[in-house]
């Protein structure tokens, strides 16, 4: 994305909400929702709002657990329709025009489901494509209810948070740096850096 395409998109939604306070769970509901609901978290960038919204808790104009609390219930309940729609058509699925025209998705997701079993419901939630396809998949293969929702709401408590806190992560390293040594701050840019490469490298793994 170009410098400055982030706040040129969403500076208005954010000042939108700013202007309306009372709004900001409900909208982070609403996209969290979205964001985990099979195939449309694929056309909307609603990961990229949650990010955005998450600065108004940096700002201390909104709880962050006010708001994590409104996304763990949409993220749970975007997984669980899903779920429950997989359920419904079972293998014809696969021969629903946008999944029938990517079967290499649904190669891998298979793959993937296969190997985890209800722990690939918690890693998909971390991963774009995952959240598209595994839990409409889980339901078509039958998976079981409560293994689903085990996975299915864990991992909504621990996405939400991940997707609003940054900003106030940022500030809250920044506030710490700003008075630490410089051979601490080397120390925190080596670990940051390492950290990210494992992260990338871990969800590149087959």
């Known amino acids: 994305m170009p410098e400055g395409a982030f706040d040129q998109l969403f500076a208005p939604i954010v000042d939108l ?4 306070i009372a709004w900001a769970g409900p909208i982070v ?22 990010l955005a919204i998450g600065s108004l ?14 996304a ?26 946008f999944l029938a025209r990517r079967p290499d998705w649904l ?18 939630r971390f991963i774009p494509l995952g959240r598209a396809i595994v839990p409409l ?10 293994g689903f929702h085990l996975g299915n709401w864990v991992s909504a408590a621990l996405w939400a948070p991940l997707m609003l806190a940054p900003a106030s992560i940022g500030v809250a390293m920044s506030d710490m740096l700003a008075s630490a040594s410089p051979q601490f701050r080397s120390i925190m840019t080596i670990a940051l850096v390492v950290g990210i490469v494992l992260v990338i490298r871990l969800i590149r793994r087959p």
Do not use: C, N
């Open 17 to 20: 909400i700013r202007a309306h």
């Open 29 to 50: 509901f609403l996209l969290s929702f979205v964001e985990s609901l099979a195939i449309v978290s694929m056309l909307l960038p609603s990961t990229l709002l949650l």
């Open 57 to 70: 808790a940096a700002a201390g104009m909104v709880s962050l657990m006010e708001l994590s609390a409104w």
């Open 72 to 97: 763990i219930a949409g993220a749970g309940l975007g997984y669980w329709l899903s779920f429950e729609i997989g359920r419904h058509y079972g293998d014809r699925i696969e021969s629903i025009g």
């Open 107 to 124: 190669r891998k997701a298979h793959r993937f489901f296969e190997r985890w079993d209800w722990f690939a419901i918690i890693a998909s």
């Open 137 to 146: 998949l889980a339901g078509a293969m039958g998976a079981r209810r409560m």
